[in-house]
C-alpha cells in the first residue's frame, strides 16, 4: 500500500520557472515531511521539511506548502536552475516511528 | 552537519559470493540506522532498521538470512548480501539520525552492487 503519492513523475520546466512538486498522505499520524534531493548516483539530500502544525516553510528558492485537512503537502521550486534538475522525493514520519516513507519520486529537467 | 559515509560505493562481484557494505556516523552516534534499496528509477525502500546492540527489524519481503545486518557500534552498521545472484544488483543506501538534531536523518552516498 503506497502511504505517500507523489505526482508528477516527471516535470520539465524552462530556467527561471516554478516547479511545483505534489504529494498526498494517507495516515493521519504523520507529522514529519521532509523533501529530498537525489542526483544520479548519489544518495538522497535533505532539501527542507515542514511540520503540520504550518501551513507553509521558505528556505531561500525552496517552499513547501501544507494542507492538513487535504492530508497533502507541495515543494515550489523558485527561479528554477538547471542545476535544480534532478529527482525529487517526498517523504513522511510519525513521531516515535523513525522510519521514513517515501514517494514514488519526480525527476525534474529545467531546461535553458 | 552530519555524515554519513558507505563502503564501498561500488561493488562488482560473481553470483554465489557474498559482499559487505559499511555505514558509518562520521561525527554524531546513531543508536539506530536505516537500510535501503532503490532500482533504477524507482524511489527508496526500506529493508530493514538496525539496532546497536540488538537484532535488526526487517521490513516485510526481505530475507533476514539473505540480508545480514549488523550493528556492532553506535557508529557502524554493516549490510551482508549473502550469496549474491543478479536480481540483488541495486543501489543499496543507508541512513541515520543524528540525535542531536530533531527527526532529521542523514543518507550515506549509496553502494551500487552488480552481481554478474
Known amino acids: 500500500q503506497q502511504q505517500v503519492k507523489q505526482s508528477p513523475q516527471s516535470l520539465i520546466v524552462q530556467k527561471g520557472g516554478i516547479s511545483i512538486i505534489n504529494c498526498a498522505y494517507e495516515?493521519?499520524?504523520?507529522?514529519?515531511f521532509p523533501w529530498y534531493q537525489q542526483f544520479p548516483g548519489k544518495g538522497p539530500a535533505l532539501l527542507i521539511a515542514?511540520?503540520?502544525?504550518?501551513s507553509e516553510k521558505k528556505e531561500g528558492r525552496f517552499t513547501i506548502s501544507f494542507n492538513k485537512s487535504a492530508k497533502q503537502f507541495s515543494l515550489h521550486i523558485m527561479d528554477s536552475q538547471p542545476g535544480d534538475s534532478a529527482t525529487y522525493f517526498c517523504?513522511?514520519?510519525?513521531?516515535?516511528?523513525?522510519?521514513?516513507?517515501f514517494g514514488t519520486g519526480t525527476r525534474l529537467t529545467i531546461i535553458p | 552537519g552530519a555524515v554519513v559515509s558507505q563502503h564501498p560505493s561500488r561493488v562488482i562481484c560473481k553470483s554465489g559470493t557474498s559482499v559487505k557494505i559499511e555505514c558509518r556516523s562520521l561525527?554524531?552516534?546513531?543508536?539506530?540506522m536505516f537500510w535501503y534499496r532503490q532500482f533504477p528509477k524507482q524511489s527508496l525502500m526500506l529493508m530493514a532498521t538496525?539496532?546497536?546492540?540488538?537484532?535488526?527489524?526487517?521490513e516485510q519481503g526481505v530475507e533476514k538470512d539473505k540480508f545480514l545486518i549488523n550493528h556492532a557500534s553506535l557508529t557502524l552498521s554493516t549490510l551482508t548480501v549473502t550469496s549474491a545472484h543478479p536480481e540483488d544488483s541495486s543501489f543499496y543506501i543507508c541512513?541515520?539520525?543524528?540525535?542531536?538534531?530533531?527527526?532529521?536523518?542523514?543518507f550515506g552516498p549509496g553502494t551500487r552492487l552488480t552481481v554478474l
Open positions: 495516515n493521519t499520524a504523520f507529522d514529519y
Open positions: 515542514i511540520r503540520p502544525d504550518v
Open positions: 561525527d554524531f552516534q546513531a543508536t539506530t
Open positions: 541512513s541515520a539520525r543524528d540525535p542531536r538534531g530533531g527527526p532529521r536523518k542523514f
Open positions: 538496525s539496532n546497536e546492540g540488538s537484532k535488526a527489524t526487517y
Open positions: 517523504a513522511a514520519s510519525r513521531s516515535g516511528n523513525e522510519k521514513l516513507t
